[in-house]
């Protein structure tokens, strides 16, 4: 093991680790160096496929995009894809590998740690800079003893470790001294400094507050990181909880369904960022409205959640919309419920053998054991309604899903695999054009097909714009430079070795 190495902590979940272990592969990718990330475990439904076709947490994926460099399963060698009911998914090198509850996943914790080590141990052979990620809180003292992903992860990678705590929330004092009390010993000393989060506000005024938890912590604050609105992708549903971007009610409405298990929401952030497009996520039917276009997103466990569209009365809302002629599009677990019945023969998916779908799609849909997961490059068909704007327009895109479909009617468009080159059909369109449905994850990063829905829906013209790739590479410049301003990378860089 040769690279140097450094791994973000914090004091809980969603206090900004991610972030913040996104943009040291930054800088560290700025200064030349050749720089992986590197989360043991991830438990999220937000998920992206390599190019090999494995599969790993988005946020690793945004890290190592940030890093200038390839995901890979290495990168996050185990993800947990929750599926409600204490029950979740298992994925081991990027390849789902059955369903556990959290009871029974403690069995198999001493398997995963041997794949775990192998993967780090071959990273840090690999690569210049590593920046190791941690979960959760790492001082959950009736779990600690099945940890695999924070103080464990850590000694083994004799990493030091950077303990982030977000201000924001309120309790910077009790959340970071708190947990530095709960380490034991051995992990205390790997504790290299602490950073504060999220700080709003007058920096002076807190210079007291620097000097109190240094003195009761007995470890420098390396750091105190102003809140600025970056758009990094978020790594989970738990971002959707809290306040989104303003958005310009004057053009166009859409509305996203919040189903519970909600996944790759981040398919639909180039949209919420394109001016004159108001996007809203609604969970009830009191908040539908009259929306210019209804998506239903991808989701963990389609027939559960198509269950909840029964159960709240969206599903009646969706297909009164269509009746009168409103425009829907149903990505991947949202395209299978656009269909006429959905098939679990082998109970796959859910308990339940059969469900019937929306039927507003000419489909049907049937759950294997296998699972898809490619990156494509897709062209679209010709055809009514979107496809008249973007017919021959290529983009690069993912799937990532159980079950396969049967289209009875017109396609959405064609791709090739990354491991199958032969064009396969992809998706399904009602034959007025207002409903689609298809598997491919991505849909809105081309700024060509954000121009010609926003024409589709009727609004209005606009210039200019950018794809999300190149926006993303914005934002991840952005945030190397605001981390520069605000830790003491002099400081970091010498407890990593440098």
Request: contains cysteine; proline residues 5%; charged residues 25%.
């Amino acid at each position: 093991m040769t690279a140097k190495v450094v791994m973000v902590q914090g004091t809980g979940s969603s206090v900004g680790k991610s972030v913040i272990a996104a943009g040291l592969c930054r800088i560290f990718a700025q200064d030349g160096y050749r720089v992986a990330p590197f989360k043991a475990q991830n438990m999220s439904n937000n998920s992206f496929v390599c190019p090999g076709g494995g599969e790993i947490g988005r946020a690793q994926a945004v890290q190592a995009e940030s890093a200038g460099v390839e995901p890979a399963v290495e990168m996050n060698p185990v993800l947990l894809k929750p599926e409600g009911d204490g029950r979740s998914q298992v994925v081991v090198l990027g390849r789902a590998d059955g369903r556990l509850t959290a009871a029974n996943f403690y069995d198999r914790k001493r398997e995963l740690w041997s794949v775990i080590t192998q993967c780090l141990e071959e990273i840090m052979k690999t690569y210049d800079v590593v920046v190791i990620e941690g979960a959760g809180s790492p001082v959950e003292i009736n779990l600690k003893r099945g940890d695999i992903v924070n103080m464990k992860v850590a000694r083994h990678a004799k990493a030091p470790v950077l303990l982030v705590g977000d201000i924001d929330r309120g309790g910077i004092f009790a959340s970071l001294l708190g947990t530095l009390d709960l380490f034991d010993p051995d992990e205390r000393a790997l504790i290299a400094g602490l950073v504060v989060n999220k700080f709003r506000g007058d920096m002076s005024l807190f210079r007291s507050g620097v000097e109190m938890l240094e003195e009761r912590a007995g470890a420098p604050v390396l750091g105190v990181i102003p809140y600025r609105e970056l758009v990094i992708p978020e790594e989970d549903a738990v971002a959707l909880d809290g306040p989104r971007p303003p958005a310009d009610r004057s053009d166009v409405d859409i509305a996203v369904i919040r189903l519970p298990r909600i996944s790759n929401f981040d398919d639909f952030g180039p949209l919420e960022r394109e001016p004159g497009i108001s996007l809203r996520y609604v969970s009830r039917i009191e908040e539908m409205g009259r929306p210019d276009l209804v998506i239903i997103p991808g989701t963990k466990t389609t027939m559960a959640d198509l269950g909840f569209l029964r159960d709240t009365g969206l599903a009646d809302a969706i297909v009164r919309h269509r009746e009168a002629e409103g425009k829907i599009i149903g990505i991947c677990g949202g395209f299978q419920m656009l269909g006429s019945e959905i098939l679990d023969p082998e109970l796959t998916e859910s308990d339940v053998a059969t469900a019937r779908g929306l039927r507003l799609l000419d489909v049907i849909t049937t759950f294997v054991s296998s699972k898809e997961t490619s990156q494509v490059r897709a062209e679209f068909a010709s055809g009514p309604g979107l496809l008249a704007g973007l017919a021959g327009v290529e983009i690069d895109a993912y799937e990532i899903h159980m079950g396969r479909t049967q289209t009875r009617g017109r396609n959405f468009l064609y791709m090739r695999r990354a491991n199958r080159p032969d064009p396969q059909a992809d998706g399904a369109v009602s034959e007025d054009g207002r409903v689609i449905g298809t598997y491919v994850h991505g849909l809105f990063d081309d700024q060509r097909v954000r121009t010609a829905l926003r024409s589709w829906l009727g609004g209005k013209a606009l210039a200019g714009g950018i794809h999300s790739r190149d926006f993303r590479q914005q934002q991840y410049d952005g945030l190397a430079e605001l981390l520069r301003e605000s830790l003491d990378m002099g400081k970091i860089e010498a407890v990593m070795g440098f």
